[in-house]
């Protein structure tokens, strides 16, 4: 258990550097367009992961190789429909639509393995959802257009990403998983960036420090807290955890760039605090010998 509350402060740490990756990223998209962004990124953690590689002398697996080729496919592919979506609908739905991820784990992990996850990882998703919509949709405004349908599918790619990078963690080296995964981003992401966008004229300091945040934290050191972390935890656990980062991201817009925040953004902050509280079992601590206790937290996931 203490190995798996390790990994839970991992996924949560990681959602953290994520949610301060959201300043490096405007920052960066005001000199380079999305695709180029991606290329980047994803290149530059794909050569820092195969120099680890190489250097610790990781091996590698054929369960490893194949289910982390599908977690590249899937976090290429979620990464694209999340940024073309951002062309066509706000911010704030974007993420909250994104968020969905959450509530999908579960059930993907329940339909393709067969292992029907906790009632409390169903209320925390539930939970963590009704936040980031607080968070995202404070404005009242809901339509549904073009790139709410993409950030819909992108929410979708995302829970499949999440449960391949489960599987492959499991079957091989952390290091190893991330950097195939990272080197099949990086090859799907050249054809759209090179065929579809242009180079910058100049790039400034500041872009270049942006994607440097990009590929040093919010990349190789995030993807190397959540993999390793779901090699001990749960998709289900770790899908909770993981979308705390807009929690953080509102917190570092708040602290660093002085944005207003609304008592409506407050409570959704005070829900996904809830549902990581939920998914830690801090509300009710049990043997697991001790059925009236699991009975119990049974009843408390019921009725929220």
């Known amino acids: 258990m203490r190995k798996k509350n390790q990994a839970n402060l991992a996924c949560l740490l990681t959602a953290m550097v994520w949610g301060g990756g959201f300043i490096a990223t405007a920052a960066a998209l005001r000199t ?40 590249g496919v899937f976090l290429y592919s979620a ?29 993907l992990v329940w339909l393709v393995f067969r292992k029907r996850p906790q009632r409390r990882q169903f209320a925390a998703s539930l939970l963590c959802l009704g936040g980031i919509g607080c968070l995202s949709l404070s404005s009242g405004s809901f339509s549904f257009n073009v790139g709410d349908g993409l950030s819909l ?11 391949a990078t489960e599987r492959a963690a499991k079957t091989g080296n952390p290091m190893a998983v991330n950097a195939i995964q990272m080197s099949v981003a990086a090859l799907l992401s050249f054809p759209y960036a090179l065929g579809m966008e242009t180079w910058p004229a100049s790039v400034p300091a500041m872009a270049w420090g942006s994607i440097a945040y ?66 830690e079992g801090v509300f009710h601590r049990k043997s697991a010998s001790d059925p009236e206790a699991e009975a119990k937290e049974e009843r408390l996931c019921d009725s929220l």
């Not at 250097?55 to 194949?66: E, L």
């Not at 990464?79 to 579960?106: C, D, E, H």
């Not at 599918?153 to 449960?163: S, T």
């Open 79 to 107: 990464f694209l429909l999340q940024t073309i979506g951002l062309r066509y609908t706000s911010t704030g739905m974007n993420a909250f639509l994104t968020a969905v991820n959450v509530v999908l784990v579960p059930y």
């Open 153 to 163: 599918g992108c929410a979708v790619l995302f829970a499949a990403q999440i449960i």
């Open 214 to 279: 990009s590929i040093f934290i919010a990349t190789t050191l995030a993807y190397m807290l959540q993999t390793w972390a779901q090699k001990y935890t749960d998709a289900a656990s770790a899908s909770v955890l993981l979308c705390t980062e807009s929690l953080f991201a509102n917190v570092f817009g708040w602290l660093l760039l002085g944005e207003t925040k609304t008592p409506v953004m407050v409570l959704g902050g005070i829900l996904i605090f809830l549902s990581v509280l939920l998914v």
């Open 32 to 71: 380079f367009d999305p695709g180029t962004t991606l290329m980047l990124r994803f290149s530059g953690a794909a050569i820092v992961f195969w120099l680890i590689c190489l250097v610790a002398k990781i091996r590698f697996n054929r369960a490893c190789v194949k289910a982390s080729v599908w977690s």
